[in-house]
């Protein structure tokens, strides 16, 4: 193995020789040519590899037979960008609050210095925004070692990850997210980004956004049993505790469901989960796996949510949300539905108003279970526990 850290470093060595003699100030005088130089000295052969951890074992990895399943799936992937296959995020990444996962280049640059570009005076750090790509996710191996050391793939990055929620939250402050492997890559993106519901000063919450909930990758948060809104609750079943489901002990975590056991040439760079794992734990048909009774529960607290009563709100001359009031003075402006079914998208959207906040906390975790986007596997317990607290304190 030290012998190829030599061909590398060789590698590295001459590509910045070529490189400095390319750019160096370099002032030609003219004259005569000067006289050939003599033949260098034959090389020395090489040692010759050990069996299996030679150069071939390279080579199977990093040739284009290996190569092409992973590039026609990452294609046809929600990562590869294209119109047909993804939400078409990846042009966001021009602005500075979205480039450090919607754009290749910042999230490389948010990785390698803790930042994205500094922004301009219209709030851009990028001129474009690219879909994450292979440069995004890898750049080179950390060893060649691969016996001792394990080989990383060259993934960009497997460190331990902040855990990062606007809203202030003490139970939250300096929570590491750490799976022990490449899923900490996943996990510097698919985060909440927004925080549970908090009161105002009357004890009720104001949602003045038609975006209001987690932000939509959500994924760690619930794998890690996070982020449920349940302080106004009166508990009827118990809430998981943090860092319980199996999903996250027994299993690599994101890698080793949505990557690994593929078996199509894809090494898993669809990022569909693979169902391949799942049978190593659970009996029958694995394409059926659902949680039970949660699609149906999901249903009942969508159209609880759909009665619940608040205030209608409206901007003031300073464009602040305001509680709006009959003639009166005093009688509230209803608004019905904190979270409503638009059949025109086939989706929930949350609706401006000011709300008890026990119907915030209920809509809130609907939301959650929804962005999330697994239909509750990744945390089957917690996922259940949350919903069904959410309709009894609800009815
Ligand atoms: C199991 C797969 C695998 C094996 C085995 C493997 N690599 Fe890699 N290597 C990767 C991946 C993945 C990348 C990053 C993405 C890419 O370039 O395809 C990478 C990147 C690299 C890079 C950086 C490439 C660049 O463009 O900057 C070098 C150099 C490299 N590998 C050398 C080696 C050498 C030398 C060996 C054998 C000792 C080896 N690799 C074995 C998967 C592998
Ligand atoms: C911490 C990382 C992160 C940041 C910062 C971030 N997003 Fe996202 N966003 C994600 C992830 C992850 C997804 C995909 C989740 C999924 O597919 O379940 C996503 C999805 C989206 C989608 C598509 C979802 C849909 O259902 O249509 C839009 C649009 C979006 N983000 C907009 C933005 C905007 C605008 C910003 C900046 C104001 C932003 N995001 C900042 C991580 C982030
Ligand atoms: C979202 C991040 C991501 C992107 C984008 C991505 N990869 Fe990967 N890739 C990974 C991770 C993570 C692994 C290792 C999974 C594991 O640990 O099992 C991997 C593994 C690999 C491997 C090793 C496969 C094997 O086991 O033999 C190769 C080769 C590779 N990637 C090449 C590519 C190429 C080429 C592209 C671009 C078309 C690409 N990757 C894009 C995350 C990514
Ligand atoms: C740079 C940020 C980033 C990283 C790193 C990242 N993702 Fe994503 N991921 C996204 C965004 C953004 C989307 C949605 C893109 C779109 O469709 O517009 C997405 C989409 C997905 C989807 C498809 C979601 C759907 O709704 O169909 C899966 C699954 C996924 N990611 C898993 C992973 C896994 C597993 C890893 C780690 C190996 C990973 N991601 C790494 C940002 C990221
Ligand atoms: C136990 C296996 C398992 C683990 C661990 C796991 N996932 Fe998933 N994930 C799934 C399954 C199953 C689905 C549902 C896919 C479906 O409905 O077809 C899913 C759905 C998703 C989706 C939405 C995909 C879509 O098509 O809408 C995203 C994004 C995602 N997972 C990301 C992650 C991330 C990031 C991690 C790590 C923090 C992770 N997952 C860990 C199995 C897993
Ligand atoms: C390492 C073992 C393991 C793997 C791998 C695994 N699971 Fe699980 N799964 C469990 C355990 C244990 C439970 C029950 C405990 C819990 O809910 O945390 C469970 C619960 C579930 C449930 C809830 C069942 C119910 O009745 O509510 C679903 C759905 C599920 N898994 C789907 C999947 C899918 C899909 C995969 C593959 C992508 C998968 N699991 C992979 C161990 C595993």
Known sequence: MKNLKLIVNLIVVTSSLMFFQCTSDYTAIPGQDGENGTNGIDGVD??????????????????????????????????????????ESWDRGTRESCASCHNNEGFIDYIETGAVAVADASGNSYGISNPLSCTGCHDSHSSFDFENDGNDMAVRTAAPVDFKVFAEDPNLDDYILDYGNASNLCANCHQPRRGTPTPDANGKYMNTSTHWGPHHGPQTALLEGLLGAYTTFTLVEAIPAVKQAKHRTDTGSCVDCHMRHTTDGSYGHSWNPTRNNCSDCHGGPVEELKVTGLEEDMDTL??????????????????????????????????????????????????????????????????????????????PDYAKSLIKNSIANLQ
Not at 329 to 334: A, D, E, K, Q
């Open 302 to 379: 969508g159209h609880l949510l759909e009665q619940v009563i608040g205030q209608a709100i409206a901007r003031d001359a300073n464009g602040d949300y305001q509680p709006v009031f009959e003639a009166d003075g005093v009688t509230p402006v209803p608004v019905v539905g904190i979270v409503h079914y638009d059949a025109g998208d086939d989706a929930w959207h949350p609706v401006r108003g000011l709300f008890d906040l026990k119907a915030a906390e209920a809509a809130w975790n609907f939301l959650f279970i929804l962005e999330d986007r697994s239909k509750g596997i990744h945390n």
């Open 46 to 87: 090489g040692i010759d590899g050990i069996d299996g951890v030679g150069t071939q074992v390279c080579i199977d990895c990093h040739s284009d037979t290996h190569r092409s399943g992973i590039w026609d799936a990452y294609l046809t992937s929600n990562h590869g960008g294209d119109p047909a296959y993804s939400y």
